[in-house]
């Protein structure tokens, strides 16, 4: 399930909140004087409105997120590879865990000064760093940097500077996509055809109550913890979550708001999702490979998990696409960006690694890995025919091709939430959920709580 999957990448928001004196870049101008970020000097070069020049030359650092563990025999082949390519350069890798401490453990290490010149960042790491002017302005920095990318993809790693004007600091990475898995049996024997897949979330949403008059409790469409659908629900609708500064919430102003909480509170109230999972942590991947649950997550990989694990279900499972609603385009999740900092000190180097770890060769060498499935951000790599060839009626490669054909054209703009406010919301719908106040009631509470908390974070 979407939102939930993010809730790591979402972890500490409220940290990001970095004091005024220190805030974005200063200098770099003809006769500024030194530039700064924060209290770190900047090479001239790597700011200011010209392209980066220099040799590509010298020692830089890497900085993963997780990844040496189960990827380090690809990951050291990139590195030899670049430093091949240039004779005179070193790439030093630095894998950090990942944990919900690294967006502050980030800001952190920039306000220190010791930022990796190239790092894989998150939209809220990326969000925190580009307005305190730490990640180089790539967009600039290299005129050509959007080409190999998928022009949505492009366009998602843009985040506003100080002076709220949005730069493109990150290059695409890759992505987990989204995609509809169901459960064929348990559907007809709802009456739902597992043929045609619903085009709307409330048509989603009438087929889940289906299933739980179907089920009576013998089996259910999915689980209730609404944190696997916040604000992921929201944005499939077009609903705006956030102003567009960020500081004030105004999902409860869209009437459909209130319509999806009633929903949910109805579908609860029916059965069609089991009562004790209303606050659980668990995902639907246990009880949907008991063959319990109609609808499974919305996560490629889960698939391949019930393919491995569960062939019995695997061979009642079928995929489809999520649906679309009133965006006309899909989701593409919470990409992973690779950024350049700003501070470094052999930017040009820096900045050539970054492109050659992201470009469509590499994006596509990686992906192939059979112990990953991710999707590429590069146009040439999406139309590779490890993406486009479906073997027979196999599900799993259903999935990949249909994730693959959605992400030329999804939208990648994922709201960001801090898991305070995210937690806010989700508390009022529960209430709802429960029969313990108005559908209405819980939405205008929910927008409330989450202003104060966002008023708080300035």
């Known amino acids: 399930m979407r939102a939930k999957r993010l809730t790591g990448s979402l972890a500490c928001l409220a940290v990001l909140t970095l004091t005024a004196a220190g805030c974005g870049l200063s200098g770099g101008g003809s006769g500024d004087g ?165 085009t709307t979330l409330f ?61 949910m509170a109805k579908l609860y109230k029916a059965g069609a999702m089991p009562k004790d999972s209303l606050s659980s942590s668990n995902d639907p991947s246990t009880l949907y490979s008991q063959g319990k649950v109609a609808y499974g997550s919305t996560n490629p990989s889960f698939v391949r998990f019930v393919k491995q694990n569960s062939p019995s279900v695997y061979d009642k499972t079928a995929v489809g696409q999520q649906p679309y609603d009133a965006l006309g385009r899909a989701s593409a999740g919470a990409p992973q960006y690779i950024s350049v900092a700003a501070t470094s000190k052999n930017a040009p180097t820096a900045l050539s690694f970054a492109e050659f770890l992201t470009n469509a060769e590499n994006q596509t060498a990686w992906c192939k890995d059979p112990a990953v499935v991710i999707f590429p951000t590069t146009t040439e790599s999406l139309n590779d025919p490890f993406f486009q060839n479906v073997t027979g009626s196999d599900p799993f490669s259903q999935a990949r091709k249909l994730v693959a054909d959605q992400l030329k054209t999804a939208s990648t703009n994922q709201t960001n939430l801090s898991p305070a406010v995210q937690n806010a919301i989700v508390s009022q719908v529960q209430l709802a959920m429960q029969g313990k106040k108005s559908a209405a009631d819980a939405v205008k509470d929910a927008q409330e709580k989450a202003n104060e908390l966002l008023k708080q974070a300035g």
């Open 203 to 263: 048509g989603l949403f009438a087929d889940y109550e289906k299933v739980a008059k179907a089920g009576d409790g013998k089996f259910y469409a999915t689980m209730a913890n609404p944190i696997w659908r916040i604000p992921s629900d929201f944005d499939q609708m077009g609903i705006k979550v956030l102003s567009s500064d960020g500081k004030s919430a105004v999902f409860g102003d869209d009437p459909r708001t209130t319509q999806w909480v009633a929903w």
């Open 34 to 198: 030194d530039a700064t970020a924060g209290g770190c000097k900047v090479d001239k070069g790597n700011v200011g409105s010209g392209k980066l020049t220099g040799d590509v030359k010298g020692t830089i650092t890497f900085q993963t997120t997780n990844l040496k563990k189960d990827f380090g025999d690809f990951f050291n082949g990139v590195i030899a590879d670049f430093e091949k390519a240039h004779a005179d350069t070193k790439v030093k890798w630095i894998d950090d865990p990942g944990d919900n401490t690294f967006t502050s453990r980030t800001v952190a290490d920039a306000q220190a000064c010791t930022l990796a010149d190239v790092i894989n960042v998150n939209a809220p790491t990326a969000t925190a760093l580009t307005k305190a002017g730490y990640l180089l302005d790539v967009g600039t920095k290299d005129p050509d940097a959007s080409k190999p990318f998928v022009p949505s993809f492009w366009k998602s790693g843009t985040f506003k500077n100080a002076d709220g004007k949005a730069i493109h600091t990150t290059l695409p990475w890759y992505t987990g996509g989204v995609v509809l898995t169901y459960n064929k049996d348990l559907l007809e024997k709802a009456g739902v055809d597992p043929a045609k897949p619903p």
